[in-house]
């Protein structure tokens, strides 16, 4: 019930009488009419009434002075404009679409082509995070940007971007994106994790940035060149808490027993146990440890098929530890704190990113690549690229549904240092 003007106030304060007056008011109506303030319209004219229309809100009959429209009115049953007439409607979100799926299909087209004959792990995958931007001039802050103008503007004031895939420091937010819903109650993602994998980066520092990735449970050992990046179209959602990327990858392995420098950290890794269990290894003068870190990843494939439209897709869930390095001469250990500790230091984040299952397992033969590979585009992101558009809509619901995730972030240098 919505409630609009009821007329002039200080005519109402002379319909304020005793009884007698009343009831001379109400005789004089009877004989002669109604007369100025009476207090409800003549008999004949009450079927004409809205019956929505409050009686003891009646509008004076005489009151040329009152909005017409002044009435207490019933509001349960509006409807909106037709879709025709709603700007935001069917047709703007449809020429939105079409313009997005042509612009990844500038970036990933060309990306897939030139990474057919590179050797090393390609990862095609779609990262959730916060797109940064530095030194963003005023001209640009207090402008009124449509989607369609984004493009002209940074081209004529090239803008530096950074991505922070760090999400949350929290637990709990992962367990509440691991469980998300459509509206209709159905999950997103499986109830039953995958798989599970825990692996260790040695990040080297010196003129070209090394990585000795480590299973934890294998054993097995990888020394990678800095990740290589072949196409990353980044995705801002400015209607929403967060951001995401879609991005082509990857990192050559190189032979560790090239490098003796390396193969001593490989050679010399133990594990002392304890309360706090750590990591010690050997370094000498020709390499320099900056970070040690631990990854434990959660995979929850997508079982909601209005999102998947037939393309596998899974939620990869990352919690990433930088564990506290410590020397004495030449030896380093690598510890962790208890969860309170790591988060007041921000030293434990998660990351979250959604990976198309089929593409990366045929993007495996790039790993034993003897000439260019068997596959092509079309095999890849399948008949109209279906593979980009399925990605790209079910990064923007999930992104959606977690505005409060990441609450609890203390936003400090060290939890932003992690942005690529």
């Not at 802050?141 to 999400?167: M, R």
């Not at 007041?344 to 990113?353: L, P, V």
């Not at 089929?358 to 109209?384: A, F, H, T, V, Y």
Request: aromatic share 8%.
């Amino acid at each position: 019930m919505t409630t609009l003007d009821i007329g002039d106030t200080a005519s109402r304060r002379n319909t304020r009488n005793t009884k007698d007056d009343m009831n001379n008011l109400t005789t004089q109506e009877s004989q002669k009419g109604p007369v100025p303030y009476a207090l409800g319209p003549r008999p004949a004219e009450k079927s004409k009434m809205n019956p929505w229309i409050s009686k003891n809100n009646s509008r004076s009959n005489n009151s040329a002075q009152e909005d017409p429209f002044s009435e207490l009115r019933h509001t349960m049953h509006q409807q909106m404009p037709p879709k025709s007439n709603n700007l935001r409607g069917n047709d703007h979100c449809a020429k939105l679409r079409k313009a997005n799926l042509k612009e990844l299909k500038s970036v990933f087209y060309p990306a897939f082509e030139n990474s057919k004959a590179w050797y090393g792990n390609l990862i095609f995958e779609a990262k959730i995070g916060r797109l940064l931007y530095a030194d963003v001039p005023k001209s640009i802050l207090n402008l009124s940007i449509d989607w369609s103008e984004w493009n002209t503007v940074t081209k004529e004031a090239p803008l530096i971007s950074a991505f922070s895939d760090a999400v949350t420091s929290d637990h709990h937010d992962a367990e509440f994106i691991s469980d998300l819903k459509l509206s209709g109650g159905e999950p997103i993602f499986a109830p039953k994790a995958q798989s599970k994998s825990v692996h260790y980066e040695f990040i080297f520092a010196g003129n070209e940035k090394k990585i000795l990735c480590l299973n934890a449970e294998t054993f097995e050992h990888t020394l990678c060149d800095e990740t290589q990046s072949f196409g990353t179209a980044y995705v801002p959602c400015p209607q929403f808490a967060w951001d995401f990327k879609i991005c082509l990858a990857g990192r050559k392995p190189m032979n560790i027993n090239l490098t003796p420098a390396f193969k001593t950290v490989l050679d010399s890794l133990a594990v002392i146990g304890g309360e706090n269990p750590a990591l010690t290894f050997l370094v000498n003068t020709e390499c320099v440890v900056t970070n040690v870190r631990v990854y434990r990843s959660t995979r929850y494939p997508i079982e909601a098929s209005q999102l998947h439209r037939g393309v596998p897709l899974e939620l990869v869930m990352t919690e990433v530890q930088d564990l506290i390095i410590q020397r004495k001469d030449e030896t380093f250990r690598a510890i962790p704190l208890k969860r309170k500790e790591m988060q007041a230091q921000n030293r434990i984040w998660y990351t979250f990113s959604i990976e198309a299952t089929d593409i990366n397992e045929k993007l495996d033969i790039n790993r034993d690549l003897d000439g260019d590979s068997e596959w092509s585009i079309e095999d890849i992101l399948g008949p109209d690229s279906i593979a980009l558009s399925t990605m790209f809509d079910t990064v923007t619901k999930i992104i959606s549904k977690i505005n409060n995730v990441g609450y609890g972030n203390k936003q400090s240098q060290k939890f932003m240092d992690h942005v690529g």
